[in-house]
């Protein structure tokens, strides 16, 4: 990682950057689908246009990916573009997920989430 005090800043200080929305700290298991494969992963943080997770298998930028999670009890059926993709320390992967898709109640699901958790 990149010392801060070079000036130069680590591929997560890049990806803050460009953030739009307000992140949401999260702990919850999630199901994804990369490349035909169930993976399993841990949500980080979710915002209303997306997800960041800590899963056993890495995902490359561009995948398309399915991902079921619940929030408050209510299950979330979504689709999304893998945005971004590194590896962790201890050898797991972390990738950002923009939402392309949410289905059916799950994107009110997730803004109420995201919503009470910033108020």
Known sequence: MLSSS???H??????G?????Q???LGV????TVAGKLVDALGADLSFGGIR???SAPAQIGDEVSLVFFLDGDIVSARGVVRWSAATQRGLATFGVLFTAIEEDGANIVAT?????VS
């Open 6 to 8: 070079s000036g130069s």
């Open 10 to 15: 680590s591929v997560i200080q890049q990806i």
């Open 17 to 21: 950057d460009r953030r739009r929305a």
């Open 23 to 25: 992140r949401t700290r």
């Open 29 to 32: 298991s999630v199901t994804i």
């Open 53 to 55: 997770v800590v899963a």
């Open 113 to 117: 989430f995201c919503r009470s958790s």
